[in-house]
């Protein structure tokens, strides 16, 4: 303690509560500071979109979330061909998803880095076509992203 005592009885109050703690053993005890969630893949379109989030951190919380991609009766992604270069439409949520193609659409889930495995070469995608922070990946863009991967991974 510093200084002078403010609150006598505090040091003794303080000792007893200590001991108690003690006492649980530490096993189904709640943490004090419970651990914090990453980010989800939404709120980072949404951060990364408005410019509060760097292109390095996206990825990263890209690499590792769950993507929800529409799916057709044959495996794959689906493509969408009436753009200028072909895309995939893919999305951060299930809601998303559903808002696009349908309570009773089909659909697989991948996470972000098997996405960037996975991707046809000269495709690019699109997350949250139908939401309020729709983000564009061109094919050079998948590019950058794939490369990024490969010096994450190998140096």
């Known amino acids: 303690m510093y200084g002078y005592?403010?609150?006598p009885g505090a040091q003794q109050q303080m000792g007893q509560m200590?001991?108690?703690?003690?006492?649980?053993?530490g096993y189904g005890e709640q943490p004090l500071y419970p651990e914090p969630s990453p980010p989800s893949l939404a709120d980072a379109v949404r951060a990364f979109t408005t410019g509060s989030l760097s292109a390095e951190?996206?990825?990263q919380i890209f690499a590792?979330?769950?993507?929800y991609c529409p799916r057709g009766?044959?495996?794959?992604?689906?493509?969408?061909?009436?753009?200028?270069?072909?895309?995939?439409?893919?999305f951060t949520?299930?809601?998303?998803?559903?808002?696009?193609?349908?309570?009773?659409?089909?659909?697989?889930?991948?996470?972000?880095?098997?996405?960037i495995d996975l991707l046809p070469t000269g495709y690019g995608f699109v997350l949250d076509?139908?939401?309020?922070?729709?983000?564009?990946?061109d094919a050079?863009?998948?590019?950058?992203?794939?490369?990024f991967a490969m010096r994450r991974m190998y140096g």
């Open 57 to 59: 951190d996206f990825q």
């Open 18 to 25: 200590g001991q108690m703690g003690q006492m649980g053993g």
């Open 73 to 90: 009766d044959n495996p794959g992604f689906l493509a969408l061909h009436n753009t200028q270069q072909p895309v995939i439409p893919m």
């Open 93 to 115: 949520t299930l809601k998303e998803l559903r808002r696009y193609a349908g309570k009773e659409s089909k659909y697989f889930v991948i996470t972000g880095a098997e996405v």
């Open 129 to 137: 076509m139908e939401g309020d922070h729709r983000m564009v990946f």
């Open 64 to 67: 590792t979330s769950k993507v």
């Open 140 to 147: 050079k863009a998948v590019e950058q992203m794939v490369d």
């Open 5 to 7: 005592d403010q609150n």
